[in-house]
Each structure stands twice: as structure tokens, then as C-alpha cells.
């Protein structure tokens, strides 16, 4: 059973398409994140949701929207896209087990190309 | 100032060596933790390994260890044994300490490719 699996794995799309990617994680956790991994390898947080909560909100584009209907799903939704989306995104999840010790564990990443 | 530098950009190594990964991070949080990833050519991000700032021993895991100095701020991973399967992007990351939940972002190195050479 995979842990955090994403939805879809690639999408190809053109510029000024809306489209969303699904996450879920059968782990139990109750954080799940968006990392966005750039061409160079990159890899920096865009969203936290915490027991459906938004935690932490990077400088990203009012264009993605993140959505938590319950504390195992984390859908991302990005509207009007650009060329400069084109990224792999990755959903993580990981358990509070005090202030440091929180290992995340990622999905498998969407790779996403803006044509 | 970079927060995590990993300063090998690739590495060669001969199968069955031991092999050495840099990283040196930059906090003034005493609390913080320090996490490694490997992500293959197929794509996914696997967990190897977590330190602890406040743990005492270096942490092992398997064939995997982290090589913690505290005062010089570096925890290096080191693989010993190297397998073909070990070629893969290999990511250093810290999580500083934080009193909200959900608040627990990791920041990234920029990642060090290893190539291991049957």
C-alpha cells in the first residue's frame, strides 16, 4: 500500500489551463505539505496544512490554491497557468513527534509541463 | 546565507567503497533536526535518516550513518558499502525547531548526485 500517493504522476498541459493534483496518505499523519522541486533539482515548501488548517503559506502565487477536505487529502489547485509552473510538485505527510523529530515522508511527485 | 549548503554538486565512487556526502547547515535555533533524503531517477523522495540536535550518539540506520559535528555545524552522510542501487540524488535538509504545529517546513540543500561505478 503506498503511503502518500499523488495523482497524477505527469500532466501536460497548456498555458492558461486550470488543473489540480490530488494527494492522500493512508499514514494517519496529520500534516501534509506542497514542495515544489524546480529544474535545478530545488526543492522548497509551498503550503503546511495541519488537521485541514493552512499552517504555513510560502510566497507562492495566489494562482495555486491548496485544499484540505480532511486531514488525509491535500489537493493543489492551480489556475491560469504559466510556463515558469512547470515543476515537479510533491505532497509529503508527517506526525507531530515533538519540536524537531518530524520525519516527512513524500509521494511520488506530478511532474507538471506547461506548454 | 544559504541555511543548508551541500557543496559536492556530483561524486564518482567505485562499487563497495564507503562514500562520503557533505552538508553544512546555518541556524542560531538550538532546537533543530537534520534529515536526508535519496531521490532515484524514477523521481520519489525516500527518507534515509534523521539527527537530532540534542541527540548524543550519530544516528545509524542500516548501512547509512550521519557523521554529526555539532560545533562545526556539518552532518555529513555516509554510505558505507556502496551499491549500483545507490546512484540517486541525495538531499540534506533541516527542520528548525518550532512551537506551532504544522509549522515544520523543511529547508533543502541543493542535492549532490552520486554515481557509483561497478
Known amino acids: 500500500d503506498t503511503a502518500v500517493s499523488q495523482t497524477p504522476k505527469y500532466l501536460v498541459t497548456q498555458m492558461g489551463n486550470d488543473k489540480s493534483i490530488k494527494c492522500e496518505q493512508n499514514?494517519?499523519?496529520?500534516?501534509m505539505y506542497w514542495y515544489k522541486q524546480d529544474s535545478k533539482k530545488f526543492l522548497k515548501i509551498m503550503f503546511s496544512?495541519?488537521?485541514?488548517?493552512?499552517?504555513i503559506n510560502e510566497t507562492v502565487p495566489n494562482r495555486f490554491s491548496p485544499k484540505s477536505p480532511d486531514k488525509a487529502h491535500l489537493n493543489l489547485h492551480i489556475n491560469s497557468l504559466e510556463l515558469g509552473d512547470s515543476a515537479v510538485y510533491f505532497c509529503?505527510?508527517?506526525?507531530?513527534?515533538?519540536?524537531?523529530?518530524?520525519?516527512?515522508?513524500f509521494g511520488a511527485g506530478t511532474r507538471l509541463s506547461v506548454l | 546565507a544559504q541555511k543548508i549548503t551541500q557543496t559536492q554538486p556530483g561524486m564518482f565512487v567505485q562499487e563497495k567503497e564507503a562514500v562520503t556526502l557533505d552538508c553544512t547547515y546555518d541556524?542560531?535555533?538550538?532546537?533543530?533536526?537534520l534529515f536526508w533524503y535519496k531521490q532515484p531517477s524514477s523521481g520519489e523522495m525516500i527518507f534515509l535518516i534523521y539527527?537530532?540536535?540534542?541527540?548524543?550518539q550519530n544516528a545509524t540506520e542500516g548501512r547509512y550513518s550521519l557523521n554529526f559535528q555539532k560545533a562545526r555545524k556539518s552532518a555529513n552522510l555516509v554510505i558505507s558499502a556502496s551499491q549500483l542501487g545507490d546512484s540517486a540524488m541525495y538531499f540534506c535538509?533541516?527542520?528548525?525547531?518550532?512551537?506551532?504545529?504544522?509549522?515544520?517546513?523543511?529547508?533543502f540543500g541543493t542535492g549532490t548526485r552520486l554515481t557509483i561505478i561497478p
Open positions: 535538509a533541516m527542520r528548525e525547531g518550532s512551537s506551532n504545529f504544522g509549522n515544520e517546513k523543511l529547508t
Open positions: 541556524t542560531s535555533d538550538p532546537s533543530y533536526g
Open positions: 509529503a505527510s508527517s506526525q507531530w513527534q515533538g519540536f524537531v523529530k518530524n520525519i516527512q515522508y
Open positions: 496544512y495541519n488537521n485541514k488548517e493552512l499552517i
Open positions: 539527527q537530532g540536535s540534542y541527540d548524543q
Open positions: 499514514l494517519g499523519h496529520d500534516t
